[in-house]
Nanobody
Framework: EVQLVESGGGLVQPGGSLKLSCAAS????????MNWVRQAPGKGLEWVSG????????TYADSVKGRFTISRDNAKNTLFLQMNSLKPEDTGVYYC??????RGQGTQVTVSS
């Protein structure tokens, strides 16, 4: 059974940092394109970042480029999203996703003073 469990969200002030984790089970993350997507209040899903299978090449949405870093720990089968210089517009529920398919339950990120 495929499972994705996100953690690490919370309330942070503008300019702060958070590191999200996504523990995967039931499959090996290095065999899939893995993504982070988010959903702001009242809006649709927005793709944030992805990491390719194998070599692990990374890609980012323009809105987070230079501030967010996606990575993975192959031994722990865990995906990460390091988020720096956070802005209020980064507020939302963050999900990790396997390709265009399964997502976890999400973790809430709130950026507010």
């Amino acid at each position: 059974e495929v499972q994705l469990v996100e953690s690490g969200g919370g309330l942070v002030q503008p300019g702060g940092s958070l590191k999200l984790s996504c523990a995967a089970s039931g499959f090996t993350i290095t065999n899939y394109f893995m993504n982070w997507v988010r959903q702001a209040p009242g809006k649709g899903l927005e793709w944030v970042s992805g990491i390719t299978s194998g070599s692990g090449r990374t890609t980012y949405a323009d809105s987070v480029k230079g501030r967010f870093t996606i990575s993975r720990d192959n031994a722990k089968n865990t995906l990460f999203l390091q988020m720096n210089s956070l802005k209020p517009e980064d507020t939302g529920v963050y999900y990790c996703a396997r390709g265009l398919g399964e997502r976890g339950q999400g973790t809430q990120v709130t950026v507010s003073s």
